[in-house]
T-cell receptor
Framework: GAGVSQTPSNKVTEKGKYVELRCDPI?????LYWYRQSLGQGPEFLIY????????DSGLPNDRFFAVRPEGSVSTLKIQRTERGDSAVYLC????????????FGPGTRLLVL | KQEVTQIPAALSVPEGENLVLNCSFT??????LQWFRQDPGKGLTSLLLIQSSQREQTSGRLNASLDKSSGRSTLYIAASQPGDSATYLC????????FGPGTRLSVLP
């Protein structure tokens, strides 16, 4: 596609449930990033993929969060046993390669945990 | 741990004014610094990327400078327009990306 797409655009779930958030990067981009943005704050880095592998997952807050990119393009962020504090906008970005490259951001998925 | 701050948190100016947004970071060991724009409910759009070896970058009415040794960057917007109203974020790339909290800009017609 022309840009980074994310689905769903909005997700409402109940505390304790499992959710999956999907990111489709720009075709050919090998680097993919997940961020979390709370209201009034800048994006917070979660995880970075280079190809299929997670090159840096140091931003994942705890083991309830997990992300995969099995074929090196689409990525899924998975959150187990959701908590109200997980409510935020989850942003995905891709770039041609890690390094001095501009990241292209998707519109985000707004997650609300009730 | 890298920390990024931005001043002011919010700014409201009349159309036509020139303005400066400030970004500070604590660890000067960075690869690059980027300025982004974020419109309400939307993702981020990259405005300018300054590599660590560069001092400034320009695009149209925007000019960004970088002083790595002092841990500062400024974004200068010339002749502001209502369409410039958005949140402006700076981000530094070291081991990973660290964003500032943003400056919310309103340009009044």
């Amino acid at each position: 596609g022309a840009g980074v797409s994310q689905t769903p655009s909005n997700k409402v779930t109940e505390k304790g449930k499992y959710v999956e958030l999907r990111c489709d990067p720009i075709s050919g981009h090998t680097a993919l990033y997940w961020y979390r943005q709370s209201l009034g704050q800048g994006p917070e880095f979660l995880i970075y993929f280079q190809g299929t592998g997670a090159a840096d997952d140091s931003g994942l807050p705890n083991d309830r969060f997990f992300a995969v990119r099995p074929e090196g393009s689409v990525s899924t962020l998975k959150i187990q046993r959701t908590e109200r504090g997980d409510s935020a906008v989850y942003l995905c970005a891709s770039s041609p390669d890690r390094g001095l490259e501009t990241q292209y951001f998707g519109p985000g998925t707004r997650l609300l945990v009730l | 741990k890298q920390e990024v701050t931005q001043i002011p948190a919010a700014l409201s100016v009349p159309e036509g004014e020139n303005l400066v947004l400030n970004c500070s970071f604590t660890d000067s060991a960075i690869y690059n610094l980027q300025w982004f724009r974020q419109d309400p409910g939307k993702g981020l759009t990259s405005l300018l990327l300054i590599q660590s070896s560069q001092r400034e970058q320009t695009s149209g009415r925007l000019n960004a400078s970088l002083d790595k040794s002092s841990g500062r960057s400024t974004l200068y917007i010339a002749a502001s327009q209502p369409g410039d109203s958005a949140t402006y974020l700076c981000a530094v790339e070291g081991q990973n990306f660290v964003f500032g909290p943003g400056t919310r800009l309103s340009v009044l017609p």
